[in-house]
């Protein structure tokens, strides 16, 4: 059995994990990992970096491919892609978000992690509308690229 | 007494749903006037009243309120301008209504039920339930030329997609990402284009109340209720496809009756349909995808949701919809279940209990949650009356969720142009209800000589198949093994 079946929350051993030069081109990290009837990120990707044996497999990210362009993270129903560019000493997490009020660009919001504990503060550089699902950059401390999923306005 | 809550609880800013402030509906309960809004029932204008308690209980008299919040469980019946239980959960609001509560049983009305004598129907296909499965039916039998006639108790088309704000799993060309409001739009309008047409009628607001004797083909009544007076309806049909749906079910624990003990999709539909917050604290019981997803839900309209517990010692719903639950800081105890509802005529807490690994509670585990409502999600029944009282066979499949209809890999069950589809057939997704409908539609077209169309029909049992396939299609795949194997035991169709 899993520690996330119990838990719900997945560590860094259960996903496809991209080397320190693919996470500098900025990729989709892909955290899905159970063998679920969904395929809309395969079709979503703009380069076929994403694929999938068949509809249940989980997907799985080319990084050579991938150019992390985020255009999947707002399409999983799931809400479970994020892409992360890393930027000198700093990383940019991509990630859904669907709660309200929607934070601006330049505003400082509270970084959480997978278990929604806070990890320090991050800043919005980007906010795209993705039908109701927003998709946000934020700016945090390179060290917690892998840590941070979840923001508090 | 009245129980009287003191929040603000009509939802005005929601990250999915645009929540306007609607046109304002004054009605009178227990002889004091409230307001309404337009599209609210009588029960969730009442929630949004702060009443919560809507009747008593027969044998002593504790406060009930609603549970299921879909027409299903009875525990909201009151008088409405006279006339005794009314389901006031799915009765629509209107302007100026009188609201009791009724003495148990309830007063025979002085009110005549029946303004009109009876109409008769006569249509090729008659297709019960409006959800996903329903819709997906009414419009494959139309668009292969049968007449149709969708008949649904709510006052609006959808079913339980009405309510379903997140985006859709399955494959890409089953509307995969889109959320199950903006699926229930798409399949209305192409109901209301087929309307235009001539092709389909549909009656909402209307319950089919029995099958009768009948010298040719399929007899049924069908009540629809017009301004809480109700008109009865002889439909005479070829075939009937039957999607009545499932019912949440009930957990045994002390306080389990207490007004503010919900189905999680009760409250789903109050906040999601009517915007309405049920209360400021939940406790979810039941980390299946149901309750994960009405978790987060809730977190979207505002509500803080203490934990979720599951009995059982794993996760039952999706990772996905475990994650995005669990970074927002809401903790998943599984092993645990609730002990009891703790709270004097209304949820003032709970206490929960950690299981061993018989599920038996662990003693000196238990811990007191402070919160105002429970929800219960631990799983459904399928809503198999109507199918009973045709005389189908049935048979008790607990992969299936209870007692379900036989039926063949066409939908048909064991009396010849009697369809199911849908959770009436055995719980599952509302992507698969959707083929299922689909299926069920087709066949029953086919069945009737409009259409010729084996191609298409393999297509959408190739497409059910392959959304089972995984891992959490296995319970299903049981499931309807089971029933394709019993029904070829039973008699052949009649």
């Avoid at chain 1, 399409?75 to 009020?101: D, H, Q, R, S």
């Avoid at chain 2, 929960?352 to 509670?361: A, F, H, Q, T």
């Avoid at chain 2, 190739?462 to 795949?477: D, I, T, W, Y």
Wanted: aromatic fraction near 6%; proline fraction near 4%.
């Amino acid at each position: 059995m899993h520690q996330y079946e119990k838990t719900g929350i997945l560590c860094t051993k259960d996903f496809q994990i991209p080397s320190e030069e693919q996470l500098k081109k900025g990729v989709a990290i892909l955290e899905c990992v159970q063998e679920i009837p969904c395929n809309p990120c395969v079709a979503s990707c703009p380069v076929h970096a994403i694929s999938m044996k068949d509809i249940n497999a989980p997907p799985m990210n080319d990084f050579e491919k991938c150019i992390g362009c985020t255009k999947c993270v707002g399409v999983c129903p799931g809400l479970a892609i994020f892409v992360i560019k890393k930027v000198g000493k700093k990383a940019w997490v991509t990630l859904p978000y669907e709660f309200v009020p929607v934070p601006k660009v330049g505003d400082t919001v509270q970084a959480l992690d997978r278990t929604g504990s806070l990890r320090g503060t991050a800043l919005v550089k980007k906010v795209i509308k993705q039908g109701k699902t927003m998709v946000i950059t934020i700016e945090i401390e390179s060290t917690f690229a892998m840590d941070i999923r979840n923001i508090r306005v | 007494m009245l129980h009287i809550w003191g929040f603000g609880v009509r939802i005005r800013s929601h990250p999915i749903i645009d929540f306007k402030k609607r046109k304002e509906l004054p009605f009178y309960f227990e002889k004091k006037k409230f307001v309404g809004e337009e599209g609210d029932t009588i029960a969730s204008a009442l929630h949004a009243a702060g009443v919560k308690t809507l009747t008593k209980s027969l044998k002593y008299d504790s406060p009930r309120g609603f549970f299921c919040g879909i027409g299903k469980c009875s525990s909201c019946l009151m008088r409405v301008n006279g006339v005794p239980n009314v389901r006031t959960c799915i009765a629509p609001l209107k302007e100026g209504i009188t609201v009791e509560m009724q003495d148990k049983l309830g007063l025979l009305p002085d009110a005549e039920f029946f303004d009109k004598p009876k109409k008769t129907l006569q249509v090729n296909v008659l297709v019960v339930g409006a959800g996903p499965a329903g819709l997906c039916a009414a419009l494959e039998s139309a668009q292969h030329g049968a007449s149709v006639l969708l008949v649904d108790e709510n006052q609006c088309v959808g079913g339980q997609l009405i309510k379903q704000t997140h985006k859709f799993f399955g494959s890409k060309q089953e509307r995969a990402g889109t959320r199950g409001i903006d699926i229930a739009k798409e399949l209305e309008n192409n109901v209301l284009q087929l309307q235009k047409e001539g092709k389909i009628q549909v009656m909402t607001d209307a319950t089919v109340i029995g099958y009768y004797e009948s010298d040719k083909n399929h007899r049924f009544g069908v009540v629809q209720r017009c301004e809480y007076l109700n008109s009865l309806y002889d439909v005479r049909c070829d075939a009937a496809i039957l999607a009545c749906g499932a019912m949440e079910n009930m957990l045994l624990f002390p306080g389990n009756d207490l007004p503010g003990v919900y189905g999680a999709g009760a409250v789903q539909t109050l906040m999601n349909v009517y915007g309405i917050r049920p209360g400021d604290r939940v406790l979810m019981v039941g980390a299946g995808n149901v309750g994960l997803i009405v978790s987060y839900q809730l977190l979207q309209a505002g509500i803080a949701v203490d934990r979720v517990v599951e009995a059982a010692p794993v996760i039952g719903g999706y990772n996905v919809h475990a994650a995005k639950l669990r970074r927002c800081g809401v903790p998943i105890m599984t092993s645990h279940s609730i002990k009891e509802v703790c709270g004097d005529e209304k949820v003032e807490g709970a206490i929960i209990v950690r299981l061993d690994e018989n599920w038996k509670p662990i003693k000196d585990s238990e811990e007191y949650i402070k919160c105002d409502t429970i929800c219960l999600a631990v799983g459904l029944t399928p809503s198999t009356r109507l199918l009973s009282q045709i005389g189908v066979d049935s048979e008790y499949i607990p992969e299936a969720g209870g007692y379900v209809a036989l039926h063949d890999d066409s939908m048909q069950t064991s009396i010849s142009g009697i369809y199911v589809a849908g959770d009436a057939s055995g719980i599952e997704e509302a992507s698969t209800a959707m083929i299922e409908g689909k299926i069920a539609g087709l066949a029953a077209a086919i069945h009737l000589g409009c259409t010729k169309n084996m191609k298409l029909l393999t297509q959408y049992r190739e497409e059910l198949a392959h959304l089972r396939a995984g891992p959490f299609g296995e319970k299903p795949r049981i499931a309807k093994k089971k029933i394709a194997k019993m029904k070829e035991t039973h008699h052949a169709p009649v």
